[in-house]
């Protein structure tokens, strides 16, 4: 699951952002797609975030590589960067509401 957790975390984030944009003229269901998405991908990068500090080794992958020119990009979760997954992550939890006035 590591190994695939931030790269499907990615296309949670971008799906939920063309699902966003798509759901513009209802609003209630652009907030709920958005909340709904933010939490799904936030839970998935908590977890790899978890199992980097749990196994004390980073979390290595590819995100593209372009063989002809040989272009390749990555990414690395160390424990430390893992650490700061978790204490910097969305409050998703919470859930607010802001009354107007």
């Not at 936030?42 to 199992?51: D, E, G, K």
Request: hydrophobic share 50%; glycine share 6%; with cysteine.
């Amino acid at each position: 699951m590591a190994a695939i957790g931030l790269p499907a975390a990615l296309v949670v984030r971008l799906a939920t952002i063309a699902a966003t944009f798509a759901l513009t003229r209802r609003t209630d269901a652009c907030r709920r797609t958005a909340l709904g998405g933010s939490v799904i991908a936030s839970v998935m990068t908590v977890t790899v975030a978890v199992q980097a500090i749990a196994s004390a080794r980073s979390v290595d992958g590819v995100l593209v590589r372009h063989a002809a020119s040989g272009i390749v990009l990555g990414y690395s979760v160390t424990p430390l960067s893992a650490w700061f997954l978790i204490v910097l992550r969305e409050p998703s939890t919470r859930r607010r509401r802001f009354r107007s006035r």
